[in-house]
């Protein structure tokens, strides 16, 4: 009786969290609605947590992308995590890598991002300090010649070290260890 009753706790603390996950996406999907639609009131302050993004991010990365996390350890300061199968994501975005290219990309890879957010006026500067893919740290000026060299070719669309506009009425985002606030016009 005792281990069915240590099951059921299990099980129910299991649920429990996938429950939470479920809610967090929620909250997070209906919280960029309401930015997006434009239906708040100037002024607003749109606070989303780290559990809502990552659940969000959880259900919307691409094929090739699993088990996102997303946290802040400083002000501005912000770090991604997934496992990522880099020769999935190209051919889910429709390029076929070659033998070679493929050999080395296929397979998951623990990746962890660390960045620098800065936002102001409705702009957005996105400054990539650190890459970590499978335990190798690459920074500062081997990161920006791969950032020049690899990635910016592959995702043009990717706007790097450079100010981009917000849109959506946001005039800035600020990030925390706690959470992410989006600050309207």
């Known amino acids: ?9 299990i ?9 939470a996950s479920y ?12 930015i997006e639609a434009g239906s708040l009131p100037p002024g607003a302050r749109v606070v989303l947590t780290y559990p809502e993004l990552s659940a ?10 699993r088990d996102p996390r997303l946290r802040a350890s400083a002000r501005d300061l912000a770090t991604g995590a997934a496992l990522i199968d880099f020769g999935r994501l190209e051919r ?3 390029r076929q890598p070659g033998w070679l290219m493929s050999k080395l990309l296929d397979g998951e890879h623990p990746v962890t991002v660390t960045a620098r957010l800065r936002s102001s006026a409705g ?13 190798i740290t690459i920074d500062g000026r081997t990161l920006d010649f791969l950032i020049q060299n690899f990635f910016i070719p592959m995702y ?23 959470a992410v606030t989006v600050h309207l016009r």
Not at 11 to 19: E, R
Not at 29 to 34: G, P, W
Not at 156 to 178: K, M
Request: net charge positive.
């Open 1 to 9: 009786m005792r281990r069915r009753l240590w099951a059921i706790s």
């Open 11 to 19: 099980l129910f603390v299991a649920a429990s969290f996938a429950g």
């Open 23 to 34: 809610n967090d996406y929620a909250s997070a999907k209906q919280k960029f609605d309401s």
């Open 56 to 65: 969000w991010a959880a259900r919307e990365v691409p094929a090739g992308v």
């Open 92 to 94: 889910s975005a429709g």
């Open 123 to 135: 702009q957005a500067t996105v400054d990539i300090e650190s890459v970590q893919i499978s335990g």
């Open 156 to 178: 043009p669309d990717a706007i790097i070290g450079r100010p981009f506009a917000l849109g959506h009425r946001i005039d800035r985002l600020d990030v925390s260890p706690s």
